[in-house]
């Protein structure tokens, strides 16, 4: 494995690629990750509706969501929330701040992109279906919960998905050299967000996408209610302004400043000519 200090100098000339990156195909890289995410999401939501324990199938569901990022990283593509880091080689004057906020509105357009598309595709392919409509209110339930969160809330438990995501990309991408490293590096972060209920933006544009496309179907809405989700606050509007600005935000503290300032600062800083 890498040393934290190697890691954090192969970042520095990843991040200087990945801004330097065409916009067309940081874009397709961007929509790719979005659906590597929310396939994820997919995954991990069907096998905790599979189980009948709700407190054990949400350790299942978080024990299977890592896949996502899993993919992310060994097929290669652009997520929004591990690009976060790319405040590292801006502070070492690699990049500018023009070429990072560029990498991260294209990116962050396309994960929403690939979402929003596996969504779709998993709502109005009828995957939502399974366990008798059980993970057509699932999704429900769980946009509904999360456009019902306060902003603070939100914008908080933004800040430690991001913490633990950046920290899965930092040991995955640049610390583990095998892919067996790689997977087991990104695991334990990942679990541990998903099983606490923090806030992921871009998990979040597949989640609440696809409990707003499930809400319109109305087999899907009827068994939503009848198992008692209020979901009167669940529109496009509270997806937009409830959750994903203060989680984007959150994602952004969380990552860019708690790990990628700090990370410059202990392993970059000073270190450039030794």
């Known amino acids: 494995m890498n040393t934290p200090a190697e890691a954090a100098k192969l970042y520095v000339q990843a991040g200087k690629g990945k801004v330097a990156l065409p916009l067309g195909r940081m874009f397709l890289l961007a929509v790719l990750a979005g ?3 929310a396939f994820g999401g997919v995954a991990a939501t069907t096998a905790s509706v599979s189980v009948p324990l709700a407190s054990v199938g949400k350790l299942v569901g978080a024990c299977v ?3 996502g990022l899993a993919m992310v ?24 701040v023009r070429q990072m906020l560029r990498n991260w509105i294209v990116v962050y357009l396309g994960n929403f992109v690939g979402g ?11 995957q939502a279906s399974l366990f008798e409509n059980g993970v057509a209110v699932s999704m429900i339930s769980t946009a509904a919960s999360k456009t019902a969160l306060p902003f ?15 920290i899965a990309v930092w040991i995955a991408g640049f610390v583990a050299k095998t892919v067996g490293g790689k997977l087991a590096g990104l695991f334990f ?8 209920g923090f806030e992921h933006s871009i998990a979040n544009m597949y989640y609440i996408a696809a ?21 009167s606050g669940l529109s496009w509007g509270s997806f937009f302004a409830r ?30 000519d030794k």
Not at 82 to 93: A, D, M, Q
Not at 116 to 126: D, E, I, K, T
Not at 191 to 196: A, D, K, N, R, T
Request: glycine fraction near 12%; charge should be neutral.
């Open 35 to 37: 659906i590597f995410i």
């Open 65 to 67: 969501f890592p896949g």
């Open 73 to 96: 990283l060994c097929a290669g593509s652009e997520l929004f929330t591990g690009n976060c880091l790319l405040t590292i080689p801006l502070l070492e004057k690699e990049i500018t």
């Open 116 to 126: 929003v598309a596996v969504a779709a595709v998993s709502v109005f392919g009828h």
């Open 152 to 166: 603070g809330d939100a914008f908080l438990k933004g800040i430690a998905c991001n913490f633990l995501v950046c």
């Open 189 to 196: 972060p990942i679990m541990i967000f998903v099983v606490s």
């Open 211 to 231: 409990g707003l496309f499930a809400r319109t179907n109305e087999a899907y809405a009827s068994a939503a209610a009848a198992a008692g989700i209020d979901c």
């Open 243 to 272: 959750n994903l600005l203060p989680v984007t935000l959150g994602n952004i503290v969380g990552g860019a400043v708690c790990v990628g300032c700090a990370y410059w600062y202990i392993y970059s800083r000073g270190q450039r």
